[in-house]
């Protein structure tokens, strides 16, 4: 019986904190199901929870251009790649660990390749740069010219 209708029963009108009754968000069901699912269902699960590896930040900065970046720690150079292709308006970035049985670091490292369009057709891919330093990807792709902004003087 729920306790605020036990409270009511016995005449009683007070209420605290300790007999509010406050279901939580994830009811139990829910709850139940993913521990029950956990095991039979693991390559599924491990698949969810690495689908977007490596995260990326995305950002603007103040030149305009569009700034992608990506935390790799413990690749090297070498094992990194990025793609433009200008005609299909994408960049692809890649990784391909060359030894994932190396049990000597304690990174966690896999195979991973991200594609990003850019459907605004408003950078220059062709223009874009890369560089790689000290675990953290950065490709810089500047704004195609004649999509910056114009300021036009009055006459």
């Known amino acids: 019986m729920h306790i605020l209708q036990h409270l009511l029963k016995k005449g009683e009108n007070k209420m605290n904190a300790i007999t509010t009754y406050r279901p939580g968000l994830l009811g139990h ?7 029950d699912t956990f095991f039979s269902d ?3 699960h491990l698949r969810a929870s690495t689908q977007g590896y490596p995260v990326a930040d ?8 569009t700034i992608l970046e990506f935390a790799l720690a413990g690749f090297t150079r070498e094992e990194l790649n990025v793609d433009v292709q200008p005609d299909k308006r994408t960049i692809t970035v890649t990784g391909t660990v060359e030894d994932e049985n190396n049990k000597r670091s304690r990174i966690a490292r896999r195979n991973f390749s991200r594609t990003y369009v850019n459907y ?3 950078l220059d891919l062709s223009g874009a740069a890369a560089k790689f330093e000290n675990g953290l990807l950065t490709i810089k792709v500047p704004q195609r010219p004649e999509v910056k902004p114009v300021s036009i003087v009055i006459g």
């Not at 069901?29 to 521990?35: G, L």
């Not at 995305?58 to 251009?65: A, F, L, R, V």
């Open 29 to 35: 069901n829910v709850i139940n199901n993913v521990v």
């Open 42 to 44: 693991f390559p599924n």
């Open 58 to 65: 995305i950002y603007q900065n103040d030149d305009e251009s």
């Open 120 to 122: 605004d057709d408003n």
